[in-house]
């Protein structure tokens, strides 16, 4: 319809909704932006033709030789099926594993313990509103021995061992001796104890040299120790890999997929691969494995026939390339793509173990009977990260265009409604078909020798059924409108009742202008005219435009434009365009949100043209121009006064992956939460965001007492885009630092802070209970706060939103810091009450509406804008 995301119906429509495709993603360590300037030093210079550049190569240098294709962290599996054991990796100084996932801290991290956030005076973190009912979660109940450890063992050699590899291939020697275990190079862990300590054991190196090894015992590993989780999901992987499934790493954990159960979608030329997630740790009481059901989406085309499409410009191969994910034709082995060399190709040789030379034609051709069509085409590069450098992997593989075809789908094809439409009937499934997934997973794990060997080593099983969760509705929201007008809908959508009723709030647009081309004038003017009509049957008094006619769609007329209508007294700015141009959306939004502050809205002209859903646009356009007045055109019931509810998120920009963005929304209502502050921070690669944070905090609580003449009693921050491994982070130098600060600032008037962690993304999913053996989505305002939640943690999972087709998925909340005095109950009830409230949606949204909100600013600025807003804009919604 638009540039703008509209307000659309609370159906599940995209993404939040029904179950979406599952790709793989970048990898955290690396960016396409930051390796292209690498590659650009490298490679040859823009402007060189690919023919050219193909069979002008110098011959490789004596004493460099590269791995030719050995599996990375992106896509490594054991054994000598996952690596080119004849091709030793080099080394370099240039590489580095930076850990840069959406909000989370950046550089590498070790295994940590468990991080402690429930705290020890509270009773219960069980609520108790709502009608209760039974649920079934993607969980399955690992069973043990009442008795059940895991032992720490140190383990020193001498002399020392410096690989990994080694240390860990002499170790497997042992096995008969001391038993299963798992070794990590310096730790043994282990069901048994052994009979003496220490335990002296002599053996001889890969050089036949005697080594001492000794085995001393530590202590019995706790469920909260770091290694505990990661010992329980290394001894599931291992299950799992006997099952012939293709193992895959990306930011969100380890996944694997099924290439022999793949589906072929030839209209399209790709192919999904259905596979799980997985993940198991201790929970409430009993340790559990999550399984959920993911995809990949193979693309047939090669990077070969990428590179043929950009003939003429090589930095434009690596814009393509560089940072995209791969599966290689011949051992079905995922890897990241990490640059493009123009030096190697498949005729160049590497240099085996035993010291011959080979081509990489030769070497494929006589390891897996691939022929290479094309033998000078540049090779690309897939680097490891320094945790498998160190475990003995090759820095460097070097991989062959030809037999590589790539992953995940462009933005040309997620643009292409048919080719969704075709691939969500495979991978959007609903929750029948999605638990008869999790049951063959299940089967196939009991019923595959190795596999249940693995877990017997252990003293170990796997429940068979599904885990019974206890769960709770809570009560509807009434939903008020303008003329004191309630409505309580059903399903989380209030789509019907908006059309039925007025504004809950509305002002008079007098002052504004519609900037289209010579040719969209016509209809600009029909458009203008339905937006009028439609507003003032919803109570919105919109005069008619001041319109500025274009004699092209150029950026530059559009700026030009937008400069003429600004005056002091300008409202808004509608720009009609005539297609969806990334770089024209962002010169509209630099303009008016950065250097004029006044709001716009970008329509599309072609849903303008459709008669058949013209009302409805104008509805939902009416909408969002009334909020970036500053107005709401609902709300709900709020008990509490003066709570200021805060949203905050990142992301990073596009266009320089070394800067990220923090958008930070509060409200500002004393009674309601219908108005909004928002700010945005930039900062680099090791500044400290949490500086930034506070500094948007202290600024949006300057304006609350501003307004109000006094602080909020309390604030509940929703913090959104933390990663697991940085929640310590945000309690050290994000929570303890607000707490202070507000103290600092108010004295005994400081507001009462709850600080909540929000992370959407999350593999649980819980399937109410139907006739017989049928299970279907849970209601909106479902929440479960029991047995799959975890015992360190003062955490809940709410269901807030509700759909037809897919699997509903909810949202996890982790309460790090609260002392509000407010109970379980009263956290939840108000956290779903902010889902209501997200104005872009005449539904609920997944999570709380600052938090929506403040990743759709972030979004903003990240993608297009570039740099912080104007702060004449901080008091309304003008990105929406």
């Known amino acids: 319809?638009?540039?703008?995301?509209?307000?659309?119906?609370?159906?599940?429509?995209?993404?939040?909704?029904?179950?979406?495709?599952?790709?793989?993603?970048?990898?955290?360590?690396?960016?396409?932006?930051?390796?292209?300037?690498?590659?650009?030093?490298?490679?040859?210079?823009?402007?060189?033709?690919?023919?050219?550049?193909?069979?002008?190569?110098?011959?490789?240098?004596?004493?460099?030789?590269?791995?030719?294709?050995?599996?990375?962290?992106?896509?490594?599996?054991?054994?000598?099926?996952?690596?080119?054991?004849?091709?030793?990796?080099?080394?370099?100084?240039?590489?580095?594993?930076?850990?840069?996932?959406?909000?989370?801290?950046?550089?590498?991290?070790?295994?940590?313990?468990?991080?402690?956030?429930?705290?020890?005076?509270?009773?219960?973190?069980?609520?108790?509103?709502g009608e209760v009912l039974m649920l079934v979660a993607n969980y399955f109940r690992v069973l043990k021995k009442p008795e059940w450890n895991v032992y720490k063992y140190r383990v020193d050699f001498s002399p020392d061992i410096e690989l990994l590899a080694n240390r860990k291939a002499l170790m497997r020697r042992h096995v008969s001796r001391l038993g299963n275990f798992q070794f990590d190079g310096t730790m043994i862990f282990s069901p048994y104890k052994f009979a003496s300590d220490p335990t002296i054991i002599v053996d001889k190196d890969e050089r036949e040299q005697a080594v001492q090894i000794t085995v001393r015992f530590v202590g019995t590993l706790l469920t909260t120790d770091g290694h505990y989780t990661h010992l329980l999901n290394l001894i599931m992987r291992n299950a799992i890999e006997s099952l012939n499934m293709q193992r895959a790493y990306g930011p969100k954990g380890t996944k694997y997929f099924d290439p022999v159960q793949k589906i072929e979608i030839p209209e399209h030329a790709l192919q999904v691969w259905p596979g799980f997630a997985t993940s198991i740790r201790q929970h409430e009481t009993d340790i559990m494995i999550c399984a959920e059901v993911t995809h990949k989406v193979i693309r047939m085309e090669s990077c070969y026939k990428v590179m043929m499409e950009r003939s003429r410009d090589i930095d434009s191969i690596k814009q393509a390339l560089i940072g995209a994910h791969v599966v290689t034709e011949y051992n079905n082995l995922t890897y990241r793509i990490d640059d493009v060399d123009f030096t190697l190709s498949p005729s160049s040789s590497f240099q085996k173990q035993n010291g011959d030379k080979i081509t990489f034609i030769q070497y494929f051709r006589e390891r897996y009977n691939c022929n290479i069509r094309d033998a000078k085409q540049p090779m690309l590069v897939s680097r490891a990260k320094a945790r498998d450098i160190k475990a003995g992997r090759p820095e460097i593989v070097n991989l062959v265009p030809e037999l590589c075809r790539l992953t995940g789908l462009t933005e040309?094809?997620?643009?292409?409604?048919?080719?969704?439409?075709?691939?969500?009937?495979?991978?959007?499934?609903?929750?029948?078909?999605?638990?008869?997934?999790?049951?063959?997973?299940?089967?196939?794990?009991?019923?595959?020798?190795?596999?249940?060997?693995?877990?017997?080593?252990?003293?170990m099983a796997l429940d068979r059924n599904l885990v019974d969760v206890p769960g709770r509705v809570l009560p509807r929201e009434e939903i008020r409108f303008g003329g004191d007008r309630l409505e309580m809908p059903n399903d989380a959508d209030w789509t019907g009742a908006l059309k039925r009723n007025r504004l809950f709030e509305t002002d008079r647009l007098s002052n504004w202008h519609a900037v289209c081309t010579d040719r969209d004038y016509n209809l600009t003017m029909r458009f203008v005219s339905m937006l009028i009509?439609?507003?003032?049957?919803?109570?919105?008094?919109?005069?008619?435009?001041?319109?500025?006619?274009?004699?092209?769609?150029?950026?530059?007329?559009?700026?030009?434009?937008?400069?003429?209508?600004?005056?002091?007294?300008?409202?808004?700015?509608?720009?009609?365009?005539?297609?969806?141009?990334?770089?024209?959306?962002?010169?509209i939004k630099k303009k008016s949100c950065v250097e004029r502050a006044v709001p716009t809205q970008v329509m599309w002209t072609k849903p303008m043209s459709n008669d058949k859903i013209l009302g409805g646009i104008a509805s939902k356009v009416m909408i969002q121009m009334n909020c970036k007045l500053g107005n709401a055109p609902w709300t709900v019931r709020i008990p509490l006064k003066g709570v200021m509810t805060v949203g905050f998120d990142v992301t990073f920009d596009t266009n320089d992956k070394s800067k990220s963005y923090g958008a930070f929304v509060a409200t500002m209502d004393l009674k309601q939460c219908n108005t909004y502050f928002s700010a945005v921070?930039?900062?680099?690669?090791?500044?400290?965001?949490?500086?930034?944070?506070?500094?948007?905090?202290?600024?949006?609580?300057k304006q609350f007492e501003y307004i109000h003449k006094e602080p909020p009693s309390r604030i509940f921050f929703y913090r959104d885009g933390v990663g697991e491994g940085d929640i310590s982070h945000v309690m050290e130098f994000e929570v303890k630092k607000l707490a202070a600060d507000l103290k600092t600032m108010f004295g005994d008037r400081a507001p009462k802070l709850t600080f909540i962690v929000v992370t959407k993304r999350i593999n649980t999913r819980f399937f109410k209970k139907g006739n017989g053996h049928a299970v279907q989505n849970?209601?909106?305002?479902?929440?479960v706060d029991d047995v799959i939640t975890l015992p360190e943690r003062y955490d809940f999972y709410l269901v807030s939103q509700s759909t037809r087709t897919g699997t509903i998925s909810p949202a996890s909340y982790n309460v790090i810091y609260d002392e509000s005095g407010l109970s379980a109950n009263?956290?939840?009830?108000?956290?779903?009450?902010?889902?209501?409230?997200?104005?872009?949606?005449?539904?609920?949204?997944?999570?709380?509406?600052?938090?929506?909100?403040?990743?759709?600013?972030?979004?903003?600025?990240?993608?297009?804008?570039?740099?912080?807003?104007?702060?004449l804009l901080e008091r309304q919604l003008f990105f929406l």
């Open 1 to 129: 319809m638009s540039d703008e995301t509209p307000v659309m119906s609370g159906r599940a429509r995209g993404r939040g909704r029904g179950q979406q495709v599952q790709q793989p993603q970048a990898g955290p360590s690396h960016g396409r932006d930051g390796n292209g300037d690498l590659g650009r030093r490298q490679g040859a210079g823009k402007g060189v033709p690919v023919s050219q550049a193909f069979s002008a190569f110098p011959q490789i240098r004596p004493g460099a030789p590269q791995a030719a294709g050995r599996a990375t962290a992106h896509g490594a599996q054991s054994g000598a099926m996952a690596r080119f054991a004849d091709a030793p990796g080099t080394s370099s100084s240039s590489a580095r594993s930076v850990d840069v996932s959406r909000g989370a801290r950046r550089g590498n991290r070790a295994i940590t313990d468990i991080v402690v956030t429930r705290p020890a005076q509270l009773n219960t973190k069980k609520g108790e509103a």
């Open 412 to 459: 040309q094809q997620r643009a292409n409604n048919r080719l969704m439409r075709d691939m969500a009937q495979h991978t959007r499934i609903g929750p029948d078909l999605r638990v008869r997934r999790y049951l063959d997973l299940n089967r196939r794990i009991q019923n595959e020798p190795r596999a249940k060997e693995t877990m017997q080593k252990w003293e």
């Open 533 to 587: 009509s439609t507003a003032n049957r919803a109570g919105f008094q919109m005069a008619q435009p001041s319109y500025i006619r274009i004699p092209n769609d150029y950026s530059t007329s559009y700026v030009n434009a937008i400069e003429k209508a600004c005056n002091d007294s300008t409202q808004i700015v509608m720009c009609v365009v005539p297609n969806q141009r990334a770089e024209r959306y962002s010169a």
């Open 681 to 701: 921070s930039q900062h680099r690669f090791g500044e400290e965001m949490s500086n930034f944070l506070l500094v948007n905090m202290m600024k949006a609580l």
């Open 778 to 783: 849970p209601p909106s305002g479902t929440v």
């Open 826 to 871: 009263h956290i939840q009830m108000w956290t779903y009450k902010m889902t209501h409230l997200y104005y872009n949606w005449s539904g609920n949204v997944k999570v709380p509406a600052v938090c929506q909100y403040a990743q759709k600013l972030a979004l903003l600025v990240g993608q297009h804008i570039h740099r912080e807003p104007s702060n």
